[in-house]
């Protein structure tokens, strides 16, 4: 009897999972050429403008909380004090999330006065939110505009170096994020992505059923980076100047989709879409065309 509870709950996970994008759209840090990256108000933005898949970094604050952020520290680029002052970058990099509390790192203003990086940022007063508060924000949003529900990719900003200094080790970094993830009920929806192999095979390990994404900025070749992991991730996602059609083809061959980072003209986004990839991970939603 049991078996059969089991499976039947196994089916009704895959008839409630929604049918995965034909060409994957996605806006990188909620789309940070048009708004302040990793912050509510950019994901809100990117689904505004149709993009299919919200990608994000996380971090881990000194009491075990999952918040977005792509660097482990205030970057002085754009994060300024509570106080309106801006920090040098030695004061910035000193000031560790994962040695803050985040009722601390959530009075950083990280949008007011943009990112000199990215001219066409919109300047406005917000955050470093928490993974739970994009998630809720992001599905209420979407039922509001009548909009399909988004999907998310969230990369592990983890290292071997950062290990107890800038973050959790992978297993409890793991273990934190899937418990928001599981507790928001959006598996069937969510990407986990990393540079860092550990994290990714944790992940498979823990929940098998999740889609993986292995980040690839080098020159070694599918094969050996493959040979990092214990398993074969759902998605190859490489810079994407070193994508070729013989790398389409191989992924596509081992089941595994192809989806580059970060191509932000149209440029850049033609010739991939002639050799068959499967997504975009891009800064300008509104330039790079969609589905």
């Given amino acids: ?5 089991a499976l039947a709950a196994l089916l009704t996970t895959a008839a409630q999972a929604p049918p995965r994008p034909l060409f994957d759209l996605q806006a990188h840090r909620g789309g940070r050429g048009l708004m302040p990256e990793n912050t509510i108000p950019a994901m809100r933005h990117a689904l505004a403008l149709g ?3 919200l990608e994000m970094d996380v971090a881990i604050s000194q009491d075990k909380q999952v918040l977005l952020s792509h660097d482990p520290y205030m970057n002085a680029d754009f994060v300024y ?8 970058r030695a004061e910035g990099q ?11 790192i959530r009075r950083y203003d990280v949008g007011s006065h943009g990112n ?3 001219a066409q940022q919109q300047k406005l007063l917000t955050y470093k939110p928490l993974l739970a508060e994009v998630i809720d924000s992001a599905e209420a949003y979407a039922r509001r505009m009548h909009r399909p529900a988004p999907f998310y990719n969230i990369e592990t900003k983890t290292t071997p170096a950062g290990d107890g200094v800038s973050h959790p080790a992978p297993e409890e970094f793991v273990r934190l994020l899937l418990a928001v993830v599981n507790a928001k009920g959006v598996q069937s929806r969510v990407i986990i992505q990393s540079f860092d192999p550990r994290t990714l095979n944790v992940v498979h390990r823990t929940q098998r059923r999740l889609r993986t994404a292995l980040l690839v900025d080098n020159q070694d070749g599918l094969a050996k980076n493959l040979l990092r992991l214990s398993f074969r991730p759902s998605i190859y996602s490489p810079h994407y100047k070193l994508v070729t059609s013989d790398l389409v083809q191989a992924c596509h061959q081992q089941r595994m989709q ?15 879409r002639a050799l068959g990839v499967d997504g975009l991970i891009t800064d300008y939603p509104d330039r790079v065309p969609g589905p």
């Fill in 1 to 5: 009897m049991m078996k059969y509870l």
């Fill in 51 to 53: 993009v299919t898949t």
């Fill in 81 to 88: 004090r509570p106080d309106g002052q801006p920090l040098t």
């Fill in 94 to 104: 000193a000031l560790k999330l994962y040695g803050l509390p985040y009722a601390d």
């Fill in 116 to 118: 000199p990086k990215f």
């Fill in 258 to 272: 192809v989806i580059p980072w970060t191509v932000n003209t149209p440029a850049e986004a033609a010739p991939l």
